[in-house]
Each structure stands twice: as structure tokens, then as C-alpha cells.
Nanobody, 115 residues
Framework: QVRLVESGGGLVQPGGSLRLSCVASGSIFSNKRMGWYRQAPGKQRDLVAF???????NYADSVKGRFTISRDNAKKTVFLQMNSLKPEDTAVYYC?????????WGQGTRVTVSS
């Protein structure tokens, strides 16, 4: 059974940085597309970024130039480096593992950007 465990969230001031991590277990990792989504209070869950098995990346317009997604296949880990954080980045961030069969989700890590 696939298990995804996110970490790295917390409280940060506007303009600050955080690095989220998501460790996968119970599945082959290297051939999966990995993504980060976020859900703000009262809103739907939206894609933040994803990275394919060959390293191709895609970002939401709202985070381009500020966030960077990367992966370490040996450690079965995907990262989200978040810089120049804004209050509107406040949300619960979820890790997703995806392939054509289906997807799995982590439990989420909360990010709060506030002074």
C-alpha cells in the first residue's frame, strides 16, 4: 500500500522560505509523476506543481519563479522549495503520486504565511 508522508510546513513571515518534503513508501517511485497541491480554507484543492519521471516540471502561474519542485528517486522523496512566500500561499499542502492507474495522497502539511 502506498504511503506518502509530508513534512516541512509551519508558520513563516511574508517573504520567507520553506522547504516541503514528501517521502513515499510501498510503491515504485521513479516511474511516477509526483505533485504538490494545496487547499486553502473554504477553497478547492489546486495544483501547485508536478514533476514527471523524466524530470519535466510544471507550475501553477501563481507560484512560477518562486517555487521549485524536485525529486530524489534514491530517497523516494519529492521536495517543494518555496521562496518569497505570500499570505495567499497559506494552505494545507498535499503530496500526490500519480500514474495512469490512479493516484495516492498524503495527509497534508500546513503552511501559514503571516506576520
Amino acid at each position: 500500500q502506498v504511503r506518502l508522508v509530508e513534512s516541512g510546513g509551519g508558520l513563516v513571515q511574508p517573504g520567507g522560505s520553506l522547504r516541503l518534503s514528501c517521502v513515499a513508501s510501498g510503491s515504485i517511485f521513479s516511474n511516477k509523476r509526483m505533485g504538490w497541491y494545496r487547499q486553502a480554507p473554504g477553497k478547492q484543492r489546486d495544483l501547485v506543481a508536478f514533476i514527471t519521471s523524466d524530470g519535466t516540471t510544471n507550475y501553477a502561474d501563481s507560484v512560477k519563479g518562486r517555487f521549485t519542485i524536485s525529486r530524489d528517486n534514491a530517497k523516494k522523496t519529492v521536495f517543494l522549495q518555496m521562496n518569497s512566500l505570500k499570505p495567499e500561499d497559506t494552505a494545507v499542502y498535499y503530496c500526490q503520486m500519480w500514474d495512469i492507474i490512479g493516484s495516492s495522497w498524503g495527509q497534508g502539511t500546513r503552511v501559514t504565511v503571516s506576520s
